[in-house]
């Protein structure tokens, strides 16, 4: 509970950019869960159980796409620019207020298709920005170092997760009593609101250090040699130049993090799919599914909040390793026992572990990624580890797979992750001790 408080206590501080930004990501984040049941009333409550694998994939496509857009175009324009970041948050929601008008009034017709990917684009720019954002508005008022980016990650991560739940709440009564269009148009007066929160972001700043330095030490977490603290233009010096990809890239740390953290969102997609279409085949009540999909954010929400006192004992790959391991023990334990009821407890472990470990990754990738190749990496970032979600979530999908089968993959698949993790980082820590 303490972590819900300093949550809410920053986001209502609105004197310090981080309170802006907070505020910021609950309205745009209540903006999205409105546009969703909309579209979900739309697209898929009404269709039939034989069309349902079509359009599953179908749906799954259209999450992608939206990256394929943004990956290319919007980081370079948020790097080059002083003001870009806040001028980008700022349109992309008056752009979506905009659209949510014209949706509404063309929910019946081949418009929403297009209208509807607009609306993922626009979404997708500000995730990516946001993750740019985190160290401009915590170096504001403190160094960004130590748990500070890990610690505000979680903050926006749990403010999200209740921003969703409690906007579900009116989104649901609106749409049973007026219908998806009313739906729409109350989204369109969020979005407005966030346009206005969204001017009083901070203009982006350069860092106040050079990345040449070595990062802010944490508050004396567990100690390991620290692989992290080698400069990144001493990596750059090493590594031929396209080995690894871009510049932007080329650090261990986030390298290493990046697949970890890959694995973990796939892994989420997979258990997402595979209990739909696996209770589906088992002719269990809908309500098996949606209790699965309740212990999956209560284990999110607890992930989040537990990221700040992790992160006074763990360093962030620690934090990263730990959350793969009990991913491969959960799956396991459940492919033990057997049966619907401890699937729950997968579903929990999983949503936990990618919802702690998240905030860990973002605040490697913040700390070690120049502050002017920022808006790149993790528009590259975000298109990868959304990739890798559709195509975890494809394969319970196209492949009919039982429950028991289906947590002997995600153990396997975690604890080979976990293993080639701690090995690599291993690897990287004797290359820094050995002359």
């Known amino acids: ?23 910021t990501q609950v309205v745009l984040t209540a903006g999205d869960t409105l546009l969703t049941v909309s579209l979900a009333s739309s697209l898929f409550f009404k269709v039939s159980p034989d069309e349902a694998r079509g359009k599953v994939i179908l749906y799954l496509l259209l999450t992608m796409a939206p990256f394929a857009v943004v990956a290319p ?18 349109v992309s929601s008056a752009c979506r207020a905009a659209i949510c008008l014209v949706l509404a009034g063309d929910l019946g017709s081949l418009l929403l298709f297009p209208e509807a990917f607009a609306m993922l684009v626009l979404s997708k720019v500000y995730l990516v920005t946001k993750g740019s954002l985190v160290p401009l508005v915590v170096g504001a ?54 346009t206005v929160v969204a001017l009083r972001l901070p203009v982006g700043r350069r ?34 130049r396209g080995a690894l990809g871009p510049r932007v890239n080329t650090h261990p740390e986030v390298l290493l993090a990046l697949s970890a953290m890959s694995v973990l969102r796939g ?16 002719k269990s009540a809908k309500g098996w599914y949606g209790f699965m999909l309740g212990a999956s954010v209560a284990g999110a929400l607890v992930g989040v909040m537990l990221v700040p006192r992790a992160r006074k004992v763990l ?6 390793t730990l959350s793969i391991w009990s991913v491969a023990l959960a799956g396991a334990l459940t492919a033990l026992v057997g049966g619907i009821v401890i699937q729950a407890f997968l579903a929990f472990v999983i949503g936990l572990a990618s919802a702690a470990s998240k905030p860990a990754f973002d605040a490697l990738v913040q700390r070690y990624v120049p502050t002017a190749a920022q808006g790149r ?59």
Request: positive net charge.
């Open 1 to 23: 509970m303490r972590q819900l408080r300093d949550a809410l206590a920053a986001l209502l501080d609105q004197r310090t950019p981080f309170g802006r930004l907070a505020l």
């Open 73 to 90: 175009l919007l980081g370079p324009i948020i790097d080059r620019s002083r003001g870009a970041r806040r001028a980008t948050v700022v």
């Open 141 to 194: 008022s403190e160094r960004p170092g130590g748990n500070e980016l890990a610690s505000a990650n979680a903050r926006l991560g749990l403010l999200s997760s209740l921003a969703s739940l409690v906007a579900s709440i009116p989104a649901i009564g609106v749409l049973e009593l007026l219908g998806g269009a009313w739906v729409l148009r109350l989204d369109m007066v969020v979005f407005l609101v966030g």
């Open 207 to 240: 860092a106040r250090r050079s990345w040449g330095d070595a990062p802010a030490a944490a508050p004396a977490p567990a100690a390991e040699p620290a692989v992290a603290a080698r400069p990144q233009e001493a990596w750059d010096e090493e590594t031929p």
């Open 267 to 282: 892994l989420v997609g997979f258990v997402t799919f595979l209990l739909a279409f696996s209770l589906d085949r088992m």
């Open 315 to 320: 360093t962030e790959p620690q934090m990263i």
């Open 377 to 435: 990496a993790f528009a590259r970032f975000e298109t990868r580890l959304q990739l890798i979600w559709v195509l975890g979530a494809l394969l319970p999908v196209v492949v009919s797979l039982p429950l028991g089968s289906g947590d002997v993959v995600i153990s396997a698949v975690a604890a080979v992750t976990g293993l080639s993790y701690l090995t690599s980082r291993s690897a990287l820590r004797h290359r820094w001790v050995t002359p």
